[in-house]
């Protein structure tokens, strides 16, 4: 909600900014996709190497009592 407020204000101080920022935001919403994807992929390279070293502690730490 904020945002849209922001961008109102926006509109009514400098409309041809506004209209550009209106026009652009899904093309750089589309150029950024790869980085994001790229990102959660590398995030779970990254929890799949945490859990495979944790792995041995897990195991000699025994079943967990609750």
Known sequence: MT???LWL???VFC???????LVLYPLV?????PFRL??????????FL????LLPARI?????TT
């Open 29 to 33: 919403w589309l150029i950024a996709l």
């Open 3 to 5: 945002t849209f407020l």
């Open 38 to 47: 790229l990102g959660f992929a590398v995030d779970g390279v990254f929890e």
């Open 60 to 64: 000699l730490r025994g079943p967990r």
């Open 9 to 11: 204000v926006l509109l």
């Open 15 to 21: 409309w041809p900014i506004a209209l550009l920022a």
């Open 50 to 53: 945490r859990a495979l070293f």
